[in-house]
């Protein structure tokens, strides 16, 4: 009994938790309806100040704004801010063709873009427009009748051109405005007045307009509508003055109005103090307010202004707020976060129905709330007729007609499937796939057998057979009977031999089921029982990391992070980029949901979701130009930029809102497309010599050129021309000291030989001196040898010839004394002589003898003097041996003076002078 009342008390302490946490979230949640999409820009951003007094857009497609000491300025791609030459606040500005014309602290001007700055010229410089006693600033500056109107609040000056006019009025203005040709000055306390050049009245009927500040005066279908500070909107018609007979107009006047504008698609924009901005309606008579509660960074707007997309710039008290109010994507904003990640989300009749991970939710009259017993993930919601099938962590839900039943307990409802052959509708679930025969019947299902593991998705087109996608991996067949009872499962990515088969994703596309595994898409071959690849998909869709159906001739795709809303028309597919702004960083992965419902379909957040129009066409703007920085310099095209310096590429489009262009570039015709990250391309380290960047528009499905940029790249400093020369004055230095220092190296290297060929000489003469003295000796030696020999043959010659002779004058003399007879004597001293002569022969010894010891002598003097005669080698022996011509006489068996006349022939021969001597000259042969 007490564990009974133990057990009752821990269920009603349960309850009685998940009724207060309902209660709570119930009582928390206020209704957001869906906004236009908001980009909000803080100073952190521009590097400005706080308030934005004005906002314009220029001819150049760029946004300027008056921010107290700066003028702003945004191309989409960077911020630049300018500052007056006094540095006084700029209150206001205005477009006047290629001019953007500035007020502030007793001073006006235009300014101009040249050479990718904004420079400034004064228009009052120098005038003394100025009451010195007066703190004039000019608030407004506006156009009428052809001239320029510059508003203060105690003057307007109005400039021609060339001249400025001056009127001063007797009271202090708030604003003056246009309207229908005519101009009106709102006075601070006795009310608006219309002009007629310096002439000024109140128009009757207008008494309620005193003592009351009108910011704002617009004509809107035939009425003119007048939005005072405090005392909220009055419109004139007919010329009668009548407060605006509308709900918001009692709003407006606790909010405080600063600024309004009417703008395309009959909206009033509506700028307050502490409200943020209204946004109304007139042919729905509704409105949304969008302010610091939902997305906006403050609730004071200051300004309003207008770009060419019709799109709404909000100067706020602290920042800049940029509104898509013609947008074709709506968003809706869970700032608070107790909502959570929405998984699904469907249109009912009073509102919407969110399935998150903190549970159900119903959106009805504005307001939020949790259903009951739904806290917890829910993964899906699927509308079958007027019921909405909600797949949740705790089972299955069904709402129809505002209220909420739970149909069964089975855990993780993710995705409900229909079968395209049939009736037959499909749960896949955390346990394996249900199966409802009947959709009415919810609480009536079929557990598919054999299969009891996280299913993520479902499909059927045949007859018995479906397909089953893991959570994981794989992708399943399964057959079954008209009983619907398993007859064979198989897991046809390992069939086919697939092995990455993480994360399959199933899709239906005209009663075709398509696979999308590892961003390759497969088909179901039912003859070879494998998966097979699609060409039409794998042609039109690379690299998709998922897919959603629309209907069947809409659906998404994610590629690289961006999604692209696809309509096919037969086999040809229309891409349209669903610009990355709208949901970075906010998809839940592998968890993309869509909703359609009439003209729209609704998209999951991680924080909200988003409405997209579903015949939306984004005509992507290929109307880029390129502004081009180095250095701080806008280059024109063809520039030269120097090297290893960072080029900064601005991609302008002009377009800020849903119709901006995904962008790409390719540098020198490479390969890759590069995205271009916020319209800002930077290059570095570039190599020298032309480059050129391309720019492409990507539709998801082909590349379009829309415009180039050419540069060079300069050559190094390094290898300037000057560089150059100065590296050639260096080499050519270089070259001449290493010839300088060569040529010293070999001086020195030639004195250093000749003082060692010197020392080598000297050592060689002192050889060769020593061998020449060596061999003169010989030589000497040899000569006193020869001499020596000569003058032994000399002698013995002439001791043979004396001793011959004296042996005949003995035996003569003999003969003489021993011979009486005279004819016997005659006769014996024939004998003597005859005998003398006998011995010739000896004296022929004699004289070969003397030829072979002078033999060398007698061979160089031939070679040399070849036309001499033997008797002229035989007077030069004898010369050689130093005869005199007495001793010669004799031997050569001639007179003296014989010899004396054979010595004159013979120096003629020899070709001697005069003053040579002949055995001198013979010696030293």
Not at 452 to 471: H, L, M, R, T, W
Not at 586 to 610: A, E, M, P, S, V
Not at 755 to 778: D, F, T
Request: aromatic share 14%; net charge positive; proline share 2%.
């Amino acid at each position: 009994m007490s564990l009974y009342l133990s057990l009752n008390l821990n269920i009603l302490k349960s309850i009685l938790l998940k009724l207060f946490f309902f209660f709570f979230i119930t009582s928390q949640i206020q209704s957001q309806e869906l906004l236009p999409f908001v980009e909000n820009y803080s100073k952190s951003n521009y590097q400005g100040d706080n308030q934005i007094w004005n906002v314009v857009q220029g001819k150049d497609n760029a946004m300027y704004f008056a921010n107290n000491h700066y003028l702003l300025r945004y191309d989409g791609v960077i911020w630049e801010k300018y500052t007056l030459p006094n540095k006084t606040i700029i209150r206001s500005i205005m477009i006047e063709g290629d001019k953007i014309y500035s007020g502030s602290y007793k001073e006006f001007g235009y300014w101009y873009r040249k050479e990718g700055k904004m420079h400034y010229v004064s228009i009052t410089k120098n005038l003394r427009l100025f009451d010195e006693k007066d703190n004039e600033e000019i608030w407004k500056i506006f156009k009428f009748n052809g001239s320029i109107y510059f508003q203060s609040f105690n003057d307007v000056f109005i400039y021609n051109g060339k001249q400025i006019r001056k009127i001063r009025f007797p009271f202090l203005i708030s604003y003056c405005f246009v309207v229908d040709k005519n101009l009106y000055v709102a006075s601070v306390e006795k009310g608006v007045f219309k002009m007629n050049d310096s002439r000024i009245a109140n128009p009757k009927g207008w008494d309620a307009l005193k003592n009351c500040v009108v910011h704002a005066m617009e004509k809107y279908q035939n009425k003119t509508y007048i939005f005072s500070q405090k005392k909220g909107i009055f419109i004139v018609e007919n010329g009668i003055l009548k407060p605006w007979n509308n709900p918001l107009n009692e709003t407006l006047k606790s909010a405080t109005i600063n600024v309004a504008k009417f703008i395309k698609n009959n909206k009033l924009v509506i700028g307050t103090g502490n409200r943020g901005v209204f946004i109304y309606d007139f042919k729905t008579d509704t409105h949304k307010n969008i302010d610091r509660n939902n997305v906006l960074m403050n609730n004071s707007i200051l300004s309003i202004g207008l770009d060419k997309e019709n799109d709404l710039w909000l100067g706020l008290d602290n920042g800049i707020a940029h509104v898509e109010v013609n947008s074709p994507i709506s968003i809706f904003y869970d700032n608070s976060g107790i909502l959570g990640s929405v998984y699904s989300v469907a249109t009912t009749s009073k509102g919407y129905l969110i399935a998150s991970n903190h549970g159900v939710f119903e959106f009805d009259s504005g307001k939020f709330k949790m259903m009951p017993n739904t806290q917890g993930q829910a993964w899906n919601i699927t509308k079958t007729d007027n019921k909405y099938i909600i797949g949740h962590n705790d089972g299955t839900f069904c709402y129809e007609n505002g209220s909420l039943v739970k149909t069964n307990n089975v855990s993780g409802g993710w995705n409900f499937s229909k079968s395209s052959i049939n009736n037959t509708c499909f749960q896949s679930t955390y346990s394996g796939i249900l199966l409802y025969e009947d959709i009415s019947k919810l609480t009536e299902y079929k557990k598919v057998e054999d299969i009891s593991k996280p299913i993520k998705y479902v499909a059927q087109n045949k007859k018995n057979e479906i397909f089953a996608a893991d959570n994981y991996r794989g992708l399943y067949r399964v057959l079954y009977d008209d009983d619907f009872k398993t007859k064979k499962v198989e897991n046809i990515t390992q069939q086919s031999n697939i092995e990455n088969d993480f994360g399959v994703k199933i899709f239906e596309f005209r009663n075709e089921i398509l696979f999308l595994i590892n961003n390759a898409w497969y088909t179901y071959n039912s003859i070879t029982n494998k998966l097979e690849e699609d060409e039409l998909f794998n042609t039109n869709f690379k690299n998709i990391a998922d897919v959603v159906a629309i209907d069947e001739n809409h659906f998404m795709v994610l590629q690289n992070g961006i999604l692209y809303h696809i309509y096919a028309s037969g086999n040809k597919f229309v891409w349209n980029i669903i610009q990355e702004k709208y949901y970075k960083g906010r998809l839940i992965n592998d968890n993309l949901r869509i909703f359609k419902t009439q003209n729209h379909y609704l998209l999951n957040l991680d924080d909200g979701f988003i409405s997209l129009q579903l015949k939306y066409l984004n005509n992507q703007n290929t109307n880029v130009k390129i502004e081009a920085f180095n250095e701080g310099v806008l280059l024109p095209k063809d520039s030269k930029i120097k090297y290893n310096t960072e080029l900064k590429i601005n991609v302008i489009s002009g377009i800020y809102g849903a119709s901006k262009p995904n962008l790409f570039y390719k540098i020198n015709s490479s390969k890759d497309f590069m995205p271009i990250s916020d319209g800002l391309i930077l290059l570095n380290n570039l190599s020298s010599g032309y480059h050129s960047v391309a720019i492409y528009k990507h539709d998801g499905a082909n590349y379009d050129k829309v415009c180039n940029f050419d540069f060079k790249v300069a050559q190094p400093w390094y290898f300037s021309v000057w560089m150059i020369l100065l590296y050639l004055l260096l080499v050519s230095a270089i070259l001449f000291l290493y010839y300088k220092w060569n040529k010293l190296r070999y001086i020195q290297k030639l004195k250093l030989q000749a003082e060692e060929l010197k020392h080598q000489r000297e050592i060689l003469e002192m050889e060769l001196k020593a061998e020449n003295e060596l061999n003169i000796q010989e030589y000497e030696k040899h000569i006193l040898e020869l001499e020596l020999q000569t003058k032994s043959s000399e002698v013995a010659g002439k001791s043979l010839s004396i001793a011959k002779q004296s042996e005949m004058i003995e035996n003569i003399q003999n003969i003489l004394e021993s011979e009486k007879d005279f004819n016997k004597l005659k006769s014996e001293i024939k004998k003597a002589i005859k005998i003398n002569e006998v011995n010739k022969h000896e004296w022929e010894t004699f004289e070969t003898n003397l030829n072979q010891i002078h033999n060398e002598f007698i061979i160089s003097l031939s070679k040399k003097f070849p036309n001499l005669t033997p008797k002229d080698i035989k007077l030069c022996i004898y010369l050689k041996m130093n005869l005199s011509s007495k001793e010669i006489a004799p031997l050569m068996n001639i007179s003296f003076r014989g010899v004396e006349l054979h010595r004159y022939r013979l120096r003629k021969k020899l070709n001697l002078t005069q003053e040579e001597n002949l055995s001198k000259f013979l010696l030293n042969i």
